[in-house]
């Protein structure tokens, strides 16, 4: 298990950009997959990307890919998200997940509220 606590959320213009950090705790970091969730308002939470274990392996939902960039530091315990040309419509609660490979997400942070103004 490891605890998860995200931060860099807040308030952008449409077009900007926000870089949002989850530093997680736990000697066993390097070897869960991480990811990235949101919710909006009145919505499920959704799948935004995730990073193998390794850093080698990325993957990303559609409406995001070009525009968002996960990575991995193990050294540092932390992921982070870099969010480029940002729309009103990525406004949402971040939340931060891992998972052991092969295995459900299973712990989450408490998330970061980003909000992208239009």
């Known amino acids: 298990q490891v605890q998860l606590v995200e931060s860099?959320?807040?308030?952008?213009?449409?077009g900007g950009s926000?870089?949002?950090s989850c530093a997680a705790s736990g000697r066993t970091f390097s070897s869960y997959d991480m990811g990235w969730f949101r919710q909006a308002p009145g919505q499920e939470r959704e799948f935004v990307v995730s990073i193998s274990s390794s850093g080698d392996y990325t993957r990303y939902v559609n409406s995001v890919k070009g525009r968002f960039t996960i990575s991995r530091d193990?050294?540092?315990?932390?992921?982070?998200l870099q969010m480029n040309s940002l729309k009103p419509?990525?406004?949402?609660v971040y939340f931060c997940?891992?998972?052991r490979t092969g295995y459900a997400w299973e712990d989450w942070g408490q998330g970061t509220q980003v909000?992208?103004?239009s």
């Open 18 to 20: 926000l870089r949002l």
């Open 89 to 92: 419509e990525d406004t949402a």
């Open 97 to 99: 997940a891992a998972a």
């Open 8 to 14: 860099g959320g807040g308030l952008v213009q449409a």
């Open 115 to 117: 909000t992208v103004s």
């Open 74 to 80: 193990n050294a540092k315990n932390t992921i982070y």
